[in-house]
């Protein structure tokens, strides 16, 4: 490990934290003006934040210790995820910490916590909502690891930084299994992050409710850690999708010369990927909650048949 | 990878997706649509593979895939499901998450099937083979999960493209004489099932095949 690589590290894992609520406020904002109204401030996400942290927190009469510690997991989980993710430079000494299949396996284990929270409270509406979260997640993880496989089969390795180092070190070409893969990707992230196919985040609709239904007891500081989670999970995605799909202009390992660069190209496409998600939103419509398996099994068959394309056509 | 090679491998990708997608639609029309972009794809590759292996021959079956397959069944298709009035049906499909998993199997089944070959071949095209096997078991699977006759019709003709493709890929195209046949063949089977719609309802009232299945004598 270099001192360079440490520093760095804990540059990237701070910087996600802090920038993943301004993501938000950015998705937010293209998706107001798509649809014609006026946008909030890019801050107003750190606003809220700002907001929820000064109340004071109210808990229901017979929440037990699970639902006060959940939030501080889940946002631990999210962070964990988000500052192995290669974002600006592959040189990332935490990064051994796990690879694509822990990374998945962080994700479960937030999923876990926070459907626990929802069940502890014993509302209708948390055990409902844990229960369509179980549902959308049990499908769409799979989907996720054959994604990654698929990306471990073409760099022979399952870390991160080296996944990342092998795709941006590839020469260019028409690559079917990795177009398969990043519309299986994108497909996992509306899922996961209750995007507007699967789940609309801004309303409170009793019978379509996912995410909303999961947090309703919650509030203050423990509603603003959950919200910041999510948050972070989304860049994480993002920052998941940019590294493994477009990586070009990353920093390889020692070259911190690139830095500048990769700065520049990484929030140029950040900038770009958040209001396509907007545009995606704006025109698809919500769909049934029982359509959702077909949505997420789609993406499965998709990262499937990617990882079958890579089979035959590298032969 | 040559260029032409790398767009054959992805002509034949959108191909079984095209498949997988035909498995999953729901309505007739969108289904008529699909068999014709599966035709546009199909031409695109006989073209990519006439200009790389310099077969002139395969420029001659490439137009007349485009013009058959993209513009005069598809317009069968749609004249006749306008006639039956079925435009707008909308088969219920049971659990295609299944049919989605069984349709996996079948590929990991094709490409296990078509790698000893794939492995002796020496042309561009030689993994293809794999993904055209896919397809044509992938229509059959189709057909089986149907119960539509319309439905049926467009799987035996997606079936017949998936054929086409693995002719293109495994011997760079049939004789002429073949491919001629095969085109005039499958021109003339659509006004028969035409007819047959036709005689289908009157019979049972509905479109079902599975009325069929009360054909027997007793």
Known sequence: MTAAGALYQLVQSLLVVAAAPLLVGWVNACRAWLQNRSAPSLLQPYRMLRKLFHKDAALAENTSWVFRFAPYVIFGCMWLAAAIVPVLATDLPFATAADVIALVGIFAVARVFISLAAMDVGTAFGTLGARREMLIGALAEPALLIVFFNLSLISQSTSLTTIVETLARREFGLYPSLAFAAVAFLMVLLAENARIPVDNPATHLELTMVHEALILEYSARHLALIEWASAIKLFAYFAIGIAFFLPWGIAEAGDWGALPLAIVAVVAKLVVAGAGLALLEAVSAKMRIFRVPEFVATAFMLATLGLLLQYVFEV | ?218
């Open chain 2, 1 to 218: 990878m040559s260029l032409s090679g790398q767009l054959i491998n992805v002509l034949a990708a959108i191909l079984l997706l095209i498949a997988f997608a035909m498995l999953s639609q729901r309505r007739i029309l969108s289904l008529i649509e699909l068999y014709a972009w599966q035709g546009v794809v199909l031409s695109a590759s006989t073209f990519v593979v006439a200009y790389s292996t310099g077969q002139g021959d395969l420029y001659f079956s490439g137009v007349l895939t485009a013009l058959l397959k993209v513009i005069v069944l598809p317009w069968i298709l749609y004249r006749l499901i306008h006639r039956l009035n079925v435009r707008w049906d909308v088969e219920t499909l049971i659990n295609i998450p299944t049919i989605m998993l069984i349709g996996i199997a079948l590929v990991i089944f094709a490409f296990n099937l078509a790698q000893p070959i794939s492995a002796m071949a020496g042309a561009v095209t030689r993994s293809t083979l794999g993904i055209a096997t896919a397809c044509v078991l992938l229509a059959f699977l189709m057909m089986i999960t149907r119960r539509k006759a319309v439905s049926v019709v467009i799987g035996f003709l997606a079936m017949e493209n998936g054929l086409l493709f693995a002719a293109t890929s495994a011997t760079y195209g049939m004789p002429m004489v073949v491919e001629l046949g095969i085109a005039l063949d499958v021109l003339v089977g659509t006004f028969i099932f035409g007819i047959f719609f036709f005689h289908i309802r009157e019979t049972f009232d509905s479109l079902d095949v599975r009325h069929m299945e009360k054909l027997k004598e007793d």
